[in-house]
């Protein structure tokens, strides 16, 4: 059993490995089309770590919804736009650099901390609770309903926040 | 030595898995490069390729050894990362779903409870990998065969779905082994005609094919997304269709025709496995015949097609399969 053990181990490193190298090209690459790419890669490697936490169903809703669909719909939008051949000017220089890292971080690190200093960590000795596919649906559908419902009044919002934006381009056009 | 032996089965069974992956994977692509010259040269009324070994069966063997001699050739424009990655990416993930696939009742690599998910997720990656493949050749054919990838696969995915999501209903599973043990009596394809043909119109658009193969349309983009590639690079490309074609096929095979439910042979345990290959077999005959018979449609046709019919009777199919469970 303990060549199991090391087995997961590898893999939880590479699988960090795979999701922090794609969140540092997400943000670092020049090419939008490349910071789409990794950030394809981050979302595979949060559903890999989804497995690695013994539930592939989340897995694979991971990597239908976000790397089959989001993913795919945001790369068409960037080739869809213009791909400009010289790359945006650098803001970030002297001492705005510094200045815009401290900015970003702020709020992050003052919530990080608060969490961590705040919350007990417990190792689990075991599986906690029940992780099937039956439990997710049924407490998505009866204890969480209302959050899930909600989830789909916002993505209708945004369904017809598009549907008006690309009708009002449309008429642009031909008038 | 006692963890050694405690992982070795496991480590067998892994090894197999791979092993005839693999061996599904290319003797499928070999098969089906095979046949499809030859039916659709016996649809054009003329014999197909004739020289290479009798009636020509050694043609794609000599193929894959000319294509593996090929040059790669990356164009100077384009992002050669992205250019030499997008092929792996293809053909990387269709092994996954020949895990889940039930061959036959005992001939299957793991019986997961999610198992058309697991497909269904797979078979989303390799359009991203056509959308990088193409967009990264930097090519304005490339361009506009991907734009016609992307709107066509987006929009055929969802009858696909919803077309199979009426059997699960009716088995309450995803898993699909439960699919095919729950047809015991009669095929689903008897239940849910109407399912089983808006899913066959859905896996052609699907899998790039004629008369909805649009994104490699020869006439007007040349051959589409992967007009630059060449050598092993374009033959990647062409394996994962291929598979495709296989993985989509037994998906069909599964949730309407009965899966490997036939008529047991004597003297053979497994003789599931035969029924299930000639029944793959035969729908992706279906699917090269209508390829050499039918002209291209357009494409505004295409999509008005899927989104005025094929989604509308696939729901309004959703909602009577769902009020008839509920009733009986």
Redo the contacts between chains.
């Keep these: 059993?303990?060549?199991?053990r090391y087995l997961a181990e590898v893999l939880f490193y590479a699988l960090v490995i795979l999701t922090f190298t794609g969140g540092i090209m997400t943000v670092r690459s020049k090419?939008l089309?490349?910071a789409v790419?990794g950030l394809?890669a981050t979302l595979f490697g949060v559903a890999g770590l989804y497995f690695h936490l013994g539930s592939?169903?989340l897995a694979?809703?991971q990597?239908?919804i976000y790397?089959?669909?989001v993913?795919?719909?945001i790369?068409?939008g960037v080739?869809?736009g213009n791909t400009p051949d010289q790359l945006a000017a650098k803001h970030l220089t002297g001492r705005n650099l510094p200045l815009a890292l401290l900015t970003c971080s702020a709020g992050f690190i003052a919530l990080f901390v608060a969490t961590i200093t705040r919350t007990e960590f417990t190792v689990a000795t075991e599986k906690v609770g029940d992780m099937?596919?039956e439990f997710v649906g049924e407490s998505l559908l009866l204890q969480y309903c209302l959050a899930f419902e909600l989830i789909s009044v916002i993505l209708l919002t945004a369904i017809l926040g598009s549907i008006i934006l690309a009708r009002g381009g449309r008429e642009g056009k031909t008038s | 030595m006692e963890t050694f032996y405690s992982i070795l089965p496991e480590l067998i069974r892994i090894v197999i898995c791979a092993v005839c992956g693999a061996v599904i994977v290319f003797g499928n692509a070999l098969v089906m490069g095979y046949a499809e010259r030859k039916l659709a040269g016996h649809i054009m009324l003329r014999p197909g390729p004739m020289e290479v070994g009798p009636h020509g069966i050694y043609q794609l063997v000599i193929d894959g050894l000319k294509l593996m001699g090929k040059q790669l050739v990356v164009p100077a424009k384009a992002d050669p990362l992205l250019f030499r990655f997008a092929p792996l990416l293809a053909f990387a993930p269709v092994f996954v779903p020949l895990l889940v696939l039930p061959f036959s009742e005992k001939i299957q690599g793991f019986d997961l409870d999610i198992g058309l998910l697991v497909i269904l997720a797979l078979a989303s990656i390799n359009l991203l990998a056509i959308l990088i493949g193409g967009w990264a050749s930097n090519n304005k054919y490339s361009l506009f065969g991907v734009f016609r990838a992307v709107s066509q696969n987006v929009a055929y995915e969802i009858p696909m779905l919803l077309s199979l999501l009426a059997v699960v209903f009716m088995t309450n599973s995803f898993s699909l082994k439960a699919v095919v043990a729950a047809q015991s009596p009669v095929w689903f394809i008897v239940i849910q005609p109407l399912a089983f043909l808006i899913y066959l119109v859905s896996i052609v658009a699907e899998t790039n094919r004629a008369p909805f193969d649009l994104p490699e349309a020869e006439s007007e983009l040349t051959a589409g997304f992967h007009t630059e590639y060449s050598g092993m690079s374009f033959s990647l490309f062409v394996l994962a269709e291929y598979a495709n074609m296989f993985i989509v096929s037994s998906v069909a095979t599964v949730f309407f025709l009965g899966g490997s439910s036939g008529i047991p042979l004597p003297y053979f345990e497994y003789s599931g496995i035969i029924w299930f290959m000639l029944k793959v077999y035969s729908l992706m005959f279906f699917l090269v015949w209508i390829r050499w018979t039918y002209p291209r449609t357009r494409f505004d046709q295409l999509m008005n097609f899927c989104w005025k019919y094929l989604i509308p009777f696939a729901l309004v199919n959703l909602l009577i399969t769902v009020v008839m469970v509920k009733l009986l």
Excluded: D, K, T, W
């Design positions: 059993m303990i060549v199991y090419l089309m490349h790419l394809a592939p169903f694979m809703m990597i239908l790397v089959g669909a993913c795919i719909i790369v068409l080739m869809l099937s596919i």
